[in-house]
């Protein structure tokens, strides 16, 4: 659905983003991550035709960005970087003003699209009345009204509390189950990440440091959390056996060891185990392993 090859940016003399390549399957959710100052912006900026990329290209529906922008984002919407609106207008008044400046969208689109994000009660209320939770779905409106194939969230959860995000989160699910959209989103909330995406790239210094599925990276060799009453004995205990274990109680098991062999060899050596459980590794272990 959209492919980057080789994208460079440089600002001032420094890259922003420096080779980056990497492809979003249709009908795909996936996740840009990095930290701030990695290259998201730049990217989805690139993507949308708001920055020049200095080498490389961007394929929308086999279409380039830079010199078939009109055909390429047809069917592209977009919340990109923080959603701004008229305070003294109406949601509905909003819509009707960006949706003219791009092109018409039929009234029933509209209602239709209301729908769908949850604003049919309040939609003829000026904005200033909206909660950023209401301002955020009425970003995704906006984005949403031109019947898009591929949308593109900058940050799409950023300042909501708890209620709204697992809001936007169904949202942003039943996009893809129900309506069959491609979508392709940032944030720093690597737990929703994590429930949502299909697949994920890291940026780190403005390249790729990641791209896939990052449950199937790695040795594959689980890790083990220990918690026992003597802090002291047990990792010398563990060296016995050539098991390292870490300051945080983590320890990762030779290949192929037997980890009721562990609990057997610390309690003969007197050792009380409180507990002795398999960690599942987060994508946010997953983050911090790959960008150091």
């Not at 950023?158 to 699910?173: F, K, N």
């Not at 030779?254 to 003969?268: C, G, H, S």
Request: proline share 4%.
């Amino acid at each position: 659905m959209i492919r980057f090859d080789s994208i460079c940016k440089k600002f001032r003399g420094r890259p922003a983003v420096d080779g980056v390549s990497f492809e979003v399957g249709r009908g795909e959710i996936f996740g840009l991550l990095g930290h701030n100052g990695a290259g998201k912006s730049t990217t989805f900026g690139i993507a949308l035709g708001h920055v020049h990329a200095d080498s490389g290209q961007v394929h929308i529906n086999g279409h380039d960005v830079a010199s078939a922008r009109a055909s390429a984002l047809a069917r592209v919407g977009a919340i990109f970087e923080t959603p701004a609106f008229y305070d003294y207008l109406s949601g509905w008044k909003n819509l009707r003003f960006f949706v003219s400046l791009s092109g018409p969208v039929p009234q029933i689109r509209m209602e239709e699209v209301i729908r769908l994000v949850g604003l049919e009660d309040r939609i003829h209320d000026p904005v200033r009345t909206y909660s950023h939770g209401m301002r955020q779905r009425l970003a995704l409106a906006q984005a949403l009204l031109p019947d898009p194939e591929l949308i593109i969230l900058d940050e799409p959860t950023e300042g909501l509390d708890p209620a709204g995000i697992h809001e936007m989160r169904s949202l942003i699910r039943d996009l893809r189950t129900r309506h069959g959209l491609t979508v392709i989103l940032s944030s720093h909330l690597l737990h929703e990440v994590e429930q949502l995406c299909d697949r994920v790239a890291i940026l780190h210094r403005g390249s790729i440091a990641f791209c896939g599925r990052w449950q199937d990276a790695g040795s594959g060799r689980a890790r083990w959390i220990l918690e026992t009453q003597d802090s002291e004995k047990c990792p010398v205990v563990l060296a016995g056996l050539g098991i390292v274990i870490h300051g945080d109680g983590t320890l990762i098991l030779p290949e192929n060891f037997d980890p009721a062999e562990v609990v057997r060899t610390l309690v003969m050596a007197g050792v009380r185990v409180r507990e002795f459980r398999k960690s599942s590794r987060t994508l946010e272990d997953f983050y911090l392993e790959t960008t150091g």
